[in-house]
């Protein structure tokens, strides 16, 4: 049997916050003892005294981080809290919105290492067959081991409210993690996305935040990164940014129309809007002179409130508006092609200051322009990994250099020039997990593998190239009802299961949304990228068949 790669614990969640017990040296505060749980005397959220001390936390990473680059048995506890802490008008356009905390139950594989604890709060609680599920897919550990090294929390409230809010709002709950966390060495709190309420979680908690410091979440905004790009030398659309209302709208779409005269469409973009539903498409042949410009404005004007094709279901125009007015945005070319790509990079900055490049997918996108995220595929074409490869390790410098700490994705595009070539052009950077975050640690727990930039392949533990396709959207009214146990045995009757031996199978994610809403996620794992696709396809048939038979009932 060929020998499994060991991950180091760095190769897993990265750096980790020590608690210790002893008092302060050289006029230094001293960290939370075994006792210290019950004290709640915290500082008021957004003052000087919690930045102290959240800072006091994060600058324990970069020494962590050193330390924990040993092999895996190290011990460490990871505090997950995965809380999707975005705008809740926008959260509400996702289906099933508040099963997307389940995506990070992967990290549940991290008790593959014997030595590493896992803290898992949640909004409400996890079905028990989820649990075991995870549990089951560990490699090489007794189910009662890795079960006796999780702690699970809930906080029964399934309010639009972040997760993280709804902690912070419950003394006697954050007084119950604090104490599950004890004195544990290589503490730390992993998170969805970073904002101001993660920092005031990390500070009550105690422990390090692993993840960007909120000072520079603007680089993760729609105009943030476009300025970005700008200064890193890297070809985006053409554009505006900071826009404040539908004055600086209108204004901005004839700007750019005398500077593209070409352009047939433009996009509008929420700042802060995520998976494409805060984008809107405005196509311009309507207007067919564009020399007089008071005309022009006023016939925008009337297009935009009129004609303008939103990405998320449902919306208007006076809806988005106050939205973004909110939130403020930018205005860009819509960048046209039959054929075009849309790939993205992972990336982790260390707390070192190393830009690393994780990963990279092409993404599957639907709605009406093709603007929403739906799925990916990994790796992105080999034709274009190099161009992105080159363009993402240049922005991570940049962000570096900045002071950036994380985990991170940056968006594309790819039109197809002569010569087989390809034009790219930089999107969105996001300073969080994403759709393609869950899937690639999935399958890098499972085989203790790891991306190569120079090949652009993913090996495993073995020596094997792995492929996948994943999705959050597969859904079907027909699945409604069907329950996390019978999930488990369709998937076990028809041999879908992930197979540890080959490296190949199926892994579900999202299972809390099966029954209500019909929808789950999937990643489908293969040798090939025509295997991993198929497996998709597979899938989709047993679900589909079984929804009508039962004869998978134990």
Not at 129 to 146: E, K, M, R, T, V
Not at 209 to 234: E, M, N, T, V, W
Request: net charge negative; with cysteine; aromatic share 8%.
């Amino acid at each position: 049997m060929a020998k499994r790669n060991r991950l180091k614990v760095t190769d897993l969640d990265g750096p980790t916050g020590e608690v210790r017990t002893s008092p302060a040296k050289n006029g230094g505060s001293a960290c939370p003892s075994l006792n210290d749980w019950a004290d709640l005397t915290l500082p008021a959220p957004g003052s000087p005294e919690e930045d102290a001390r959240f800072q006091e936390l994060y600058a324990k990473m970069p020494e962590l981080w050193r330390n924990l680059s040993g092999d895996g048995h190290i011990p460490q506890t990871v505090v997950v809290i995965p809380s999707m802490t975005l705008d809740p008008e926008e959260l509400q356009k996702l289906k099933g919105a508040q099963h997307y905390e389940e995506r990070l139950l992967f990290l549940l594989i991290l008790l593959s290492l014997p030595k590493t604890r896992v803290i898992f709060v949640t909004s409400e609680p996890i079905h028990p067959f989820i649990i075991d599920y995870y549990l089951q897919l560990l490699p090489g550990i007794p189910f009662s081991h890795a079960r006796a090294r999780l702690e699970m929390f809930a906080v029964y409230d399934t309010s639009p409210k972040s997760l993280t809010q709804k902690i912070l709002e419950r003394p006697t709950l954050l007084r119950r993690i604090r104490k599950a966390i004890g004195t544990a060495q290589n503490s730390h709190m992993t998170v969805f996305n970073v904002t101001h309420w993660e920092k005031s979680l990390s500070v009550a908690l105690g422990i390090p935040l692993l993840g960007p410091d909120p000072k520079h979440l603007a680089y993760g905004s729609k105009s943030g990164c476009r300025k970005l790009f700008r200064q890193a030398g890297i070809p985006l659309a053409d554009g505006f940014e900071d826009l404040k209302n539908e004055d600086d709208i209108v204004e901005s779409i004839y700007k750019l129309k005398k500077l593209r005269p070409a352009m047939k469409r433009v996009v509008i973009k929420i700042n802060d809007g995520f998976s494409g539903d805060g984008n809107a498409i405005l196509p311009l042949g309507a207007i067919a002179e564009w020399s007089n410009k008071k005309s022009c404005l006023k016939t925008l004007r009337e297009m935009v409130r009129t004609q303008a094709r939103f990405q998320a279901p449902g919306m208007e125009w006076n809806s988005y508006l106050r939205k973004f007015e909110q939130m403020q945005g930018i205005v860009e070319e819509f960048i046209e092609g039959d054929d075009k790509a849309s790939p993205s990079v992972q990336m982790r900055i260390t707390p070192l200051g190393e830009a690393q490049i994780i990963s990279t997918h092409d993404q599957v996108l639907g709605g009406p322009d093709g603007q929403v995220f739906i799925g990916c595929s990994f790796p992105a074409l080999r034709s274009y990994q190099p161009q992105l490869h080159e363009a993402g390790l240049t922005i991570g410098e940049h962000l570096a250099k900045a002071g950036v700490v994380g985990r991170l994705s940056i968006d594309f595009l790819c039109v197809p020039i002569a010569d087989d070539g390809w034009e790219l052009f930089a999107v969105e950077i996001n300073l969080r997990k994403g759709g393609t975050t869950h899937p690639f640690r999935t399958l890098q727990f499972l085989t203790g593998g790891r991306y190569s930039p120079e090949t652009g392949l993913f090996q495993s533990g073995t020596g094997n190239p792995k492929y996948y396709f994943a999705s959050d959207n597969l859904e079907s009214e027909k699945y409604k009802g069907l329950l996390p146990e019978d999930l488990i045995d369709i998937t076990t009757f028809n041999g879908l299961h992930y197979n540890s031996s080959s490296n190949t199978g199926v892994v579900f994610h999202m299972i809390g949304a099966l029954s209500q809403f019909g929808k789950l996620g999937v990643t489908c794992v293969g040798d090939s990228p025509e295997e991993a696709k198929s497996l998709y396809q597979q899938t989709i048939d047993i679900l589909d068949k079984a929804v009508d038979e039962v004869d998978w009932i134990v």
